[in-house]
Each structure stands twice: as C-alpha cells, then as structure tokens.
C-alpha cells in the first residue's frame, strides 16, 4: 500500500530528480489528463457515494470540540477509507505509467509549482487525508470534493456532474 500521499507537500531531500524534466513533464500533463478527463467523473461519483454512505458516522462530533473529543474506532476505519480511495488513484495513474512515488512526487510537485491553480482540486483531496480536516468535512456535512455543505435533506448540494458538462478540470 502506497502511503505517500501525506508527504507531497514535503520537500524530498536534495537528490537529484529520478525523471528528467521533459519525462515529468510529459507525465504531469498525462496526470492532469487523467484526473480531470479520464476519470474526473468516477473520482467525484467515487467520493459522493463514500459521503453519502458514511455522512451519518460523525454527526456526534458535529456538536463536540473537535481536539478535545474522545474519536471512535469507526471514525478512524472511515478515514482510513477514505485515504484508501485516494490512493488507490494515485496507485492507478502510477502503475498505468509505470512509475514510482517517487516519480509521483516529482510529477506533483511540477503541478504545485507550474500549474497551481490546476492543482487546487487536487490539494483538498489531499488536505482531507489528514483526519482532522476529513472528520471535520463528515461532521459538518462538508462535500469532500467540491467544498460544499449538503442541504438540509443530507442531499449533495450540486450535481456530482451533469452530462451535457464538458470534461473541464474539476
């Protein structure tokens, strides 16, 4: 299991990078392909569907101090989940170009730096695998994609995508 996902936004020492520019280069557009045409709407349907299923486990923390509060075993196996689904595309793009995390890395932090806004979806992705900010996003009815709450209903507050939408980024 590849658990590199809590170390991209980390500087990775000072050795010299495994791909060459022009390859991570390359590999850095076929990423954004791949995560914003490819397979934007099984991500997104993927992330919905795990909400959805799972927006009822933390409605206890809803109302506690979230640091001060005792969290449950469920709590962390539903994190853990969620990071699983996470990886399991950063794993798919990786083995579907046959490279490393550490290729991986590289090619994340080309994005960080040459297509930032390009990026932001992606950072909230990332930025929910901390637990902290996931339980939050679960007890405050957050959408672990778009940022949204969900309406009073426990509905999705936007179409996951509709299918007259263009394959835009996210």
């Given at each position: ?124 992705l990332v930025d929910r695998t901390n ?40």
């Amino acid at each position: 299991k590849l658990q590199f996902l809590y170390f991209i936004g980390l500087q990775m020492g000072t050795n010299d990078p495994p791909l060459s520019d022009s390859e991570a280069e390359v590999l850095m557009k076929k990423f954004l392909h791949f995560a914003t045409v490819e397979n934007r709407r099984e991500i997104v349907s993927t992330l919905k569907e795990f909400q959805i299923k799972h927006k009822d486990t933390f409605v206890s923390l809803k109302n506690s101090d979230n640091e001060n509060t005792e969290h449950k075993h469920e709590w962390a196996s539903c994190h853990a989940s969620y990071v699983e689904i996470i990886e399991s595309y950063a794993q798919k793009f990786c083995k579907t170009h046959d490279i490393d995390e550490t290729n991986f890395i590289q090619i994340v932090k080309l994005i960080k730096t040459y297509e930032p806004e390009l990026w932001l979806p992606f950072q909230a992705l990332v930025d929910r695998t901390n637990y902290t900010e996931f339980s939050r996003c679960l007890a405050d009815g957050v959408c672990l994609c778009c940022g949204m709450k969900f309406d009073e209903f426990g509905e999705h507050p936007v179409p996951a995508y509709t299918e007259d939408e263009d394959d835009e980024a996210l």
